[in-house]
């Protein structure tokens, strides 16, 4: 019999709320392991337990349970009777199966304190079984090993150690947003971060098909998937938006242009959310990074938005933003070829300080709300899911 153990990062809310968010993490973590029967689930103080099935190998447990958010760390445990014997015994078998660590030690906790021994009565004893038994090193300061021992009421928990867990709050705890996917780098990092933040995201995702390759379709496609794994299922909006363009480039200023592509790509974002329920609009926006995140353009551009924008990347460097793209894994899929809709018919000097009156008369002539109701109507549907 084999058990997640997953201990909780910080509790949404505190106090009165943490059902909640304990309720959100066991719906959450049903979902990461829909492919399999898990048994019932249980809280134990900080602690959520749930009995895995025999069929899931390790690899993929532990690989599952690092995505849930909310997780501080988690172990795949062992329970065994509260019997220091019985504990010594599984304690030398966790052993023998790590045989290339040279060292070890054991950590126990005792939540329940009707146990006979105390944490260090526990640790001393059972790592003096292992030692006898196996000749492993006990080295307490940086052990290559550690055995956890958990004892709880209806048994003592053993693990080899603690996996990180994946931090945050449980996805869905805090709403529901829509994230502004463009296929470049800094946007999945974005959803990311606000997915950490207990943030359940669709994604929207604007093409100038055919007026170029279907390229940054799919690679929207491969972020919204793989960002899926988070959240078990998305919804990916593509809408096209060429023809918005070509009546941008018609009848607006050129220097104006990325501004007005952006200001239509926030409204009809948000006509998409409000639609979808999400009640707010998330994007890949560092400050200064580019002509367009000038802190003048980013309050044109949001003035357009019916519902807060929320930027998570505001204050970080690129080199931050990439690595962080890296260890996510979406770095690879962001970098390659594709032509962004933002880059079309771009003049080589745009407007790093737009003035609201400026741009409001530029759209003076355009059919603003009709442009908008067009591309909403058009929106192509895409339904992920995970696993
Ligand atoms: P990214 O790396 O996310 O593409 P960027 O550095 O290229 O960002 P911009 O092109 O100014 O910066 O885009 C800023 C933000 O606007 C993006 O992070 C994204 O949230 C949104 N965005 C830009 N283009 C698109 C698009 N084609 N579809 C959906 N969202 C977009
Ligand atoms: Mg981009």
Not at 233 to 249: H, Y
Not at 273 to 279: L, P
Request: hydrophobic residues 45%; neutral net charge.
């Amino acid at each position: 019999m084999r058990y997640l153990v997953g201990r909780y990062h910080e509790i949404a809310l505190k106090g009165r709320n943490k059902w909640r968010f304990v309720d959100q993490l066991k719906s959450n973590l049903r979902d990461v392991f829909a492919d399999f029967k898990l048994g019932p689930m249980r809280g134990e103080g900080p602690r959520l337990i749930v009995e895995l099935p025999d069929e899931i190998d390790e690899e993929v447990a532990a690989e599952r349970a690092a995505l849930l958010f909310g997780l501080q760390n988690f172990s795949l445990s062992r329970p065994v009777a509260r019997d220091i014997e019985e504990i010594k015994r599984e304690a030398v078998a966790i052993a023998r199966r790590h045989r290339n660590a040279d060292s070890f030690r054991v950590r126990a906790t005792r939540s329940d304190k009707r146990f006979a021994l105390n944490s260090m009565e526990i640790d001393q004893a059972v790592g003096a079984a292992v030692k006898d038994e196996i000749g492993l090193k006990v080295d307490l300061e940086n052990p290559a090993l550690v055995i956890t021992v958990e004892i709880l009421p209806d048994g003592a928990y053993m693990a080899a150690g603690k996996l990180p867990g994946a931090g945050g709050l449980p996805v869905g705890i805090t709403g529901h947003g829509m994230a502004l996917l463009s296929g470049g780098i800094d946007s999945p990092v974005a959803a990311h971060r606000m997915m950490r933040r207990g943030l359940r995201l669709d994604f929207v995702h604007f093409h100038s098909h055919p007026l170029v390759s279907t390229a940054s379709r799919e690679k929207a496609a491969e972020l919204a998937e793989h960002l899926t794994r988070y959240q078990a299922r998305s919804t990916l909006m593509l809408v096209a938006f060429a023809d918005i363009q070509r009546e941008i480039v018609a009848r607006g200023p050129r220097p104006l242009r990325v501004i007005l592509y952006r200001r239509f790509m926030v409204r009809i974002a948000a006509a998409l959310a409000r639609r979808a329920g999400a009640r707010a609009l998330v994007t890949g926006e560092s400050l200064g990074q580019v002509a367009s995140q000038t802190l003048e353009n980013m309050t044109v551009i949001e003035e357009a938005a019916a519902l807060p924008m929320l930027r998570p990347l505001v204050g970080m460097d690129k080199n931050e933003i990439v690595d962080q793209a890296r260890q996510l894994g979406t770095f690879e899929t962001s970098i390659q070829p594709d032509q962004d809709c933002c880059s079309l018919f771009v003049p080589p000097h745009p407007e790093t300080h737009a003035n609201l009156d400026e741009v409001r008369a530029a759209e003076g002539a355009l059919e603003v709300e009709t442009m908008v109701a067009e591309a909403v109507r058009k929106v192509e549907i895409v339904r992920m899911k995970f696993p």
